[in-house]
């Protein structure tokens, strides 16, 4: 008899994870790792760090013993706070909340929630990778809807009249990211409402990842919380703080779906790290992260101002991302995706091919999340090669 161990195989995989492929990104950090003083423009949290403030919390918290779990759904004041800070900002209370370990973690527990087989959900293209591969692990059917600008340099758009034909009695949930990664987008009140007013027509959730709602430049913000019936609205701390390692994130909706969640999260993540929660409670009050989010608009104004007109983008309204359109190239086409990386990547500059948010490879992402230092050298790195396929 062979005494040898069996070894593990691919073939060993559940179907449901066979068809996930690793994230575009880590391949990205996977280079990065390999490279000597890279101009990373790639990365997607704060390049700042949290408040000092805190980070001693934290540390009191753990010294003073707040080390065991937490109630499934987290502290019961900072499920009020947040419900507070929602109802002011979108005139509307949502029945419950719970937080999450990271907004990963309320997406992951939302599609168990609400997807059966087959049932549709409509996802924005581009858009942020984890939701197609998450609802897809949930046995849902993604159908995409187009955000791409209309014209030349035009914004990133919600068409209503794509979702209207999108909508029907299978459709459970629309997806809306906004502000948007990787766009930058902040979708206008009238393509929020509108695409509620279609959810609701059809008995869709809407469910709305508010991940970036801090990183607004623009006066008007709009949530789906508003305006439609149904709505899982999902939140978090990790970029606003500069703490994406805590998982700190949180959901908001009716109970009906909100309890299944909190279920759920009893048996997979249990709760929101403790020390973490208690932490956030004893600050949220007192710090003021209104001076980093003047600086994100002042490196927005540069990065948008220094590659226009070489690059076609709309300025973006929020997030820390642009997607410019690659290149044009002197044959009157743009320039492949393939090739735009590896010359960027030969001139040590890091960013992510449009691919991985979308079924086109016509863009790409950039995050601006970075010292200015390092934006200027990525945006000089970034001029040579618009002359370059230019
Ligand atoms: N949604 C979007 C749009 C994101 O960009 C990210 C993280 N990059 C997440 C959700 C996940 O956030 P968290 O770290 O809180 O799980």
């Known amino acids: 008899m062979d005494a040898r161990p069996r070894a593990s195989s691919p073939d060993d995989l559940a179907q449901r994870v066979r068809g996930i492929e690793p994230s575009g990104i880590r391949q990205i950090f996977e280079l990065m790792a390999a490279m000597r003083d890279p ?10 760090d949290p408040p000092p403030e805190l980070v001693e919390a934290a540390c009191r918290a753990m010294r003073a013993g707040k080390n065991k779990y937490t109630m499934t759904q987290g502290l019961a004041e900072l499920n009020a706070h947040v419900l507070d800070a929602v109802e002011r900002r979108h005139g509307r209370r949502p029945e419950t909340c719970q937080l999450t370990t990271g907004v990963s973690g309320g997406l992951l527990l939302t599609f168990l929630c609400l997807l059966d087989p087959d049932d549709e959900i409509l996802i924005p293209d581009p858009g942020f990778m984890t939701y197609r591969h998450l609802a897809s692990l949930c046995s849902g059917k993604v159908r995409f809807y187009d955000i791409y ?15 209207e034909r999108l909508c029907s009695p ?20 009238a393509e929020i409402e ?11 959730y809407v469910v709305s990842d508010e991940i970036y ?10 949530s789906p919380v508003t305006y439609a019936d149904r709505c899982i609205q999902l939140g978090g701390f990790g970029k606003s703080f500069g703490i994406p390692g805590w998982r700190l994130g949180y959901a908001t909706g009716p109970a009906a779906v909100l309890d299944a969640m909190k279920t759920l999260q009893q048996f997979s993540y249990v709760c929101a790290p403790a020390p973490f929660q208690y932490a956030l409670l004893d600050v949220l009050d007192k710090v003021d992260l ?16 220094s590659l226009h007109p070489a690059y076609e983008l709309p300025a973006p309204e929020g997030s820390f991302y642009a997607f410019p359109r690659l290149p044009r190239n002197a044959r009157g086409g743009h320039a492949g995706g393939g090739e735009f990386l590896q010359a960027a990547l030969q001139k040590k500059l890091l960013v992510v091919p449009g691919k991985s948010f979308s079924a086109r490879d016509t863009h790409f992402r950039l995050s601006f999340a970075a010292a200015d ?11 040579e090669l618009a002359e370059h396929f230019g």
């Open 194 to 204: 509108g695409l509620c007013r279609l959810a609701n027509r059809c008995g869709a």
């Open 149 to 163: 600008p209309r014209s030349p340099g035009g914004r990133f758009v919600i068409d209503l009249a794509e979702i």
């Open 170 to 189: 299978r459709t459970k949930i629309v997806f809306v990211n906004s502000p948007s990664n990787p766009t930058g987008a902040v979708h206008t009140r």
């Open 39 to 48: 101009i990373n423009l790639s990365i997607g949290q704060p390049h700042y």
């Open 373 to 383: 230092e390092t934006l200027r050298k990525g945006l000089a790195v970034l001029a």
């Open 290 to 305: 209104r001076p980093r989010f003047a600086e994100y608009r002042h490196k927005r104004d540069l990065i948008a101002g």
């Open 213 to 222: 709602d801090s990183f607004c430049y623009v006066d008007d913000y709009a």
